[in-house]
């Protein structure tokens, strides 16, 4: 909530015009994903008009599109992929880095390293690239799942904003434990917020279940 109360203030007109900007912010307020001097950079870039800053010029193909933050985990194996590995190589590399494989990692870092320096990078720019890597590792949604997710949560919304489909919305959520976060009350409150209304238990009729009822829930 404290990151969409900052998105709201940084942006003057709509703030997700596609399913990829939506992609992209839940991918960024991944819990544990990524610190606030990074949300912050990344929002400073998509609606401040800044122009992100980058240790070598191969990154900006990669990540401008994401607005100079390393998202997705494909684009690890995007970056390893421009210093001529092949695509089994770079996404044996991203599983080693989320999975924790060390061995294998500096193995593979030294053949990344190698790549590099043919390829004229600097040391300065081989030690970034090596920083950047692991950064986020274990913690990256793949683009397609983050694409997936965005779409499952524009249906949700959809559904609890329209009033034909509050109560139904509510009903399964508080059926399942509640809001994820907060807990069975903060998903009443919520469903009260949004115009639908809670009856009281009836003690000829109630179950542990909530149900619709007119356009009510009942539990």
């Not at 800044?50 to 995007?78: E, K, M, N």
């Not at 965005?150 to 609890?160: D, E, R, Y």
């Not at 809001?179 to 639908?196: C, D, F, T």
Request: proline share 3%; net charge negative.
């Amino acid at each position: 909530r404290e990151a969409s109360r900052e998105l709201q203030a940084s942006v003057s007109g709509p703030a997700i015009n596609s399913l990829e900007d939506l992609a992209q912010l839940l991918a960024l307020w991944r819990p544990g994903a990524f610190s606030r001097t990074e949300e912050q950079s990344y929002l400073a870039v998509r609606f401040g008009g800044q122009r992100p800053t980058y240790f070598h010029p191969a990154l900006s193909a990669i990540l401008d599109p994401t607005h100079g933050v390393l998202l997705y985990g494909d684009q690890v194996a995007a970056l390893l992929r421009g210093l001529g590995f092949e695509y089994e190589w770079a996404d044996r590399f991203r599983r080693a880095l989320a999975t924790g494989q060390r061995a294998r990692r500096i193995d593979m870092e030294r053949e990344l390293k190698s790549a590099a320096q043919q390829r004229r990078w600097t040391e300065e720019q081989i030690n970034g690239l090596l920083g950047l890597l692991p950064e986020h590792a274990g913690y990256l949604y793949a683009h397609g799942h983050a694409l997936a997710l965005a779409q499952h949560v524009l249906t949700q919304a959809c559904a609890k904003v329209n009033p034909e489909t509050a109560a139904a919305f509510f009903c399964d959520v508080l059926n399942n434990g509640g809001s994820a976060h907060y807990g069975l009350g903060a998903a009443v409150e919520e469903a009260r917020r949004w115009g639908v209304v809670m009856l009281g238990a009836c003690v000829n009729r109630s179950t542990d279940r909530f149900a619709v009822e007119n356009d009510a829930l009942e539990s």
